[in-house]
């Protein structure tokens, strides 16, 4: 499945990028300055919608959505560089980059937590940090329905969790979380945040 999905991937995503997923990644990416990361790619589908972007990096684990994203990033409005890594081990200095950029990854990541902790680290002080991820929903008979599904989703949909709670996981990160949209009942969060880690002053 995992060589599979990458081949299947945009097809199966066409009809919801068409009806609501396009206008909400145009609007996130609007705010996406700078130096950017891009964690999980995947096929490339941000890359055209970039404008503000000085440089993006753009992470992504599977060779196969590597290579399906060739001819996006070629298209691309803004120099894009992408590196064949995972989140939980980003290969950046520390205090690299302005903006990150997350959008329908993190529901696949192994370690949250520590993908979280990485981002925190290679991001600037006060950097914006911005998801768009489907989470856990707050209706009790939604949320077990999610529960009762994923271990046949994950397997479907190579590794996705239909039940992380990845809003919590944001907040306990210690990231300061700015604004909060949601859609489709809760089902999918666009998540503004910022990087409060402390500036580091040179000693005297």
């Known amino acids: 499945m995992r060589n599979f999905f990458p081949s299947i991937y945009d097809l199966a995503m066409q009809p919801l990028e068409k009806r609501k997923f396009q206008q909400i990644r145009k609007e996130i990416l609007s705010h996406a300055t700078g130096r950017i990361l891009e964690i999980g790619a ?83 002080p006060h950097a914006k940090i911005l998801f768009f991820e489907h989470v856990k929903m707050n209706h009790p008979i939604l949320a077990f329905a999610q529960e009762a599904l994923n271990p046949l989703w994950k397997r479907v949909c190579d590794g996705c969790h239909l039940n992380r709670d990845t809003l919590h996981t944001i907040q306990e990160s210690g990231l300061q979380v700015t604004n909060l949209t949601s859609y489709y009942k809760g089902l999918f969060l666009v998540v503004e945040s910022q990087n409060k880690k402390a500036i580091d002053l040179p000693s005297r």
């Open 42 to 124: 995947g096929t490339g589908i941000n890359f055209p919608l970039y404008k503000n972007a000085e440089h993006v990096d753009a992470i992504e684990p599977n060779p196969g959505m590597i290579e399906q994203s060739y001819t996006r990033k070629a298209a691309a409005a803004v120099p894009i560089q992408v590196h064949q890594q995972s989140a939980e081990g980003l290969n950046f200095p520390d205090d690299t980059f302005d903006t990150v950029v997350a959008t329908l990854v993190f529901c696949t990541i192994p370690d949250p937590e520590k993908a979280l902790q990485e981002i925190k680290r290679v991001s600037k």
